[in-house]
């Protein structure tokens, strides 16, 4: 199975922050990776696919890059609604795999 | 809009199988172009897919639960469903259905997620 390997594991930050959350692949990936925004006893939702497609109707100030092992989110502006936790998955080998998690907290 | 709704037994006896059903509303589940997945999350941890299906029937499974999964499909009911077998405690956790987007993989991610419903593995 493919590893999925997030940093930090939690992330203090306040409102208007530039905040950048990091995953990393055990073997290249391509961009074959999404991201998901989790609030607490909701599922997940779908921020970012293929790396750095933006889904429909989420904010502009979150953003996705890299391609291989290497890629980031960037929120450019943190809002209250965006605390919560962020996790990477890769498509492009089976099984599908998710990185353990991002928590955003407010500082 | 698609939505998704998770529906089954939120207790299990270990050794016995774990029984969910996904109901899709919306939209056909034989309209194509999507995978139906299931995943699930343990508590206060990360999330584990455990695999898909196709209107047609076609599955994958991780391996790590292929011995004990099936996923099948109802397209008459517009619904998919997951057997888990043999359950233990380290089978408790939330268990979502979702949408993945784009036929064949890799596609687009999982855009449309239901509400999630917890199961519990205890005598």
């Known amino acids: 199975d493919i590893q999925m390997t997030q940093s930090p594991s939690t992330l203090s930050a306040s409102v208007g922050d530039r905040v950048t959350i990091t995953c990393r692949a055990s073997?290249?990936?391509?961009?074959?990776l999404a991201w998901y925004q989790q609030k607490p006893g909701k599922a997940p939702k779908l921020l970012i696919y293929?790396?750095?497609s933006l889904e429909s109707g989420v904010p502009s100030r979150f953003s996705g890059s890299g391609s291989g092992t290497e890629f980031t989110l960037t929120i450019s502006s943190l809002q209250p609604d965006d605390f919560a936790a962020y996790y990477c998955?890769?498509?492009?080998?089976?099984?599908?795999?998710f990185g353990q998690g991002t928590k955003v907290e407010i500082k | 809009q698609v939505q998704l709704q998770e529906s089954g037994p939120g207790l299990v006896k270990p050794s016995q199988t774990l029984s969910l059903t996904c109901t899709v509303s919306?939209?056909?589940?034989?309209?194509?172009?999507?995978?139906w997945s299931w995943i699930r999350q343990h508590p206060r941890k990360g999330l584990e897919w455990i695999g898909y299906?196709?209107?047609?029937?076609?599955?994958y499974y991780n391996p790590s639960l292929k011995s004990r999964v099936i996923i099948s499909v109802d397209t008459s009911q517009n619904q998919f469903s997951l057997k888990l077998s043999s359950v233990t405690a380290a089978d408790t956790a939330v268990y979502y259905c979702?949408?993945?987007?784009?036929?064949?993989?890799?596609?687009?991610?999982?855009?449309?997620w239901g509400q999630g419903t917890t199961v519990t593995v205890s005598s």
């Open positions: 979702a949408r993945e987007v784009g036929v064949p993989p890799p596609g687009y991610g999982m855009d449309v």
């Open positions: 998955q890769q498509y492009n080998s089976y099984p599908w795999t």
């Open positions: 073997q290249s990936i391509s961009s074959w």
């Open positions: 293929k790396a750095s």
């Open positions: 919306g939209g056909s589940i034989s309209s194509g172009g999507y995978y």
């Open positions: 299906i196709y209107y047609s029937g076609t599955t």
